[in-house]
């Protein structure tokens, strides 16, 4: 389908989506975000929901895989489907697992990027940690690894206390004095302040739910709050 959204995600600042599973918030969501991620693997039939998306605001596409903690089953229908999506003129960005890219699982997701890349859509590659937060030189080395791979290396990690922050702060930082675009946040209640911090350190990406009852990760604001609260600090720095 053809759709006239008068923006692109190049990441070349930060860039705050509206995160969830119902392209119906769109309006709702126009007013503080920059763009929606779609959360394929939470969503019923999300092909055709982007079939029949209309809004204003530019796509990315998640189908993350369960292994990775999604929904959606390790077998190349998923593949498949972010494939189908980047076609969209709607979409894009799409977000493809460093982990899948480098082996993990039983289908080449590196397709996915090169089909993105040939339809002008970015890549985000992506790591998780749902117990901990490695030291920084680990941040670091999972970072680069990612933006081998795609445009943005984005890692989320879970906090147990602010020296977590700390250590994700500073590798965002130094990546980002580098030249790499990377975008980074700490899940968990002891992160959630880095959703709202981590931009000032370069952090490309932020990701917030319409309504905080459709939270896609441990410790999101909603996409107001996030929004309000990045603004403040940006204008303060």
Same mark, same amino acid.
């Given at each position: ?52 998306? *209309?809004?204003?605001?530019? #796509?990315?596409? =998640?189908? @993350?895989?369960?292994?990775? /903690?999604?929904?959606? $089953?390790?077998? !190349? ?86 020296? *977590?922050?700390?250590?994700? #702060?500073?590798? =965002?930082? @130094?990546?980002?004095?580098? /030249?790499?675009?990377? $975008?980074?946040? !700490? ?51």
């Amino acid at each position: 389908m053809t759709h006239d959204c008068s923006q692109h995600m190049d990441f070349d600042s930060f860039t705050l989506l509206a995160a969830g599973a119902d392209l119906t918030d769109e309006q709702a969501a126009r007013e503080d975000a920059d763009g929606m991620e779609l959360r394929m693997d939470f969503a019923d039939e999300p092909l055709s929901m982007l079939e029949a998306y *209309d809004g204003d605001l530019p #796509l990315l596409v =998640t189908n @993350r895989v369960a292994w990775e /903690g999604g929904e959606a $089953a390790d077998d !190349a229908a998923r593949l498949d489907a972010l494939e189908t999506a980047v076609e969209d003129d709607a979409v894009t960005a799409v977000d493809v697992e460093l982990a899948a890219l480098e082996g993990e699982g039983d289908h080449d997701a590196a397709r996915v990027v090169e089909h993105a890349h040939d339809h002008g859509a970015s890549v985000v590659v992506s790591t998780h940690d749902f117990e901990a937060t490695p030291d920084e030189d680990a941040i670091v080395d999972r970072l680069e690894r990612a933006c081998e791979h795609g445009d943005v290396g984005k890692i989320a990690t879970t906090a147990q206390d602010r020296g *977590d922050v700390l250590a994700l #702060l500073s590798a =965002t930082h @130094r990546l980002t004095e580098a /030249g790499a675009a990377v $975008a980074t946040m !700490a899940m968990g209640e002891a992160g959630r302040h880095s959703r709202a911090v981590a931009p000032l350190y370069g952090s490309r990406i932020g990701y917030a739910p319409v309504d905080p009852a459709d939270a896609t990760a441990p410790g999101q604001y909603d996409l107001a709050t996030l929004r309000e609260l990045v603004g403040s600090l940006e204008s303060d720095a």
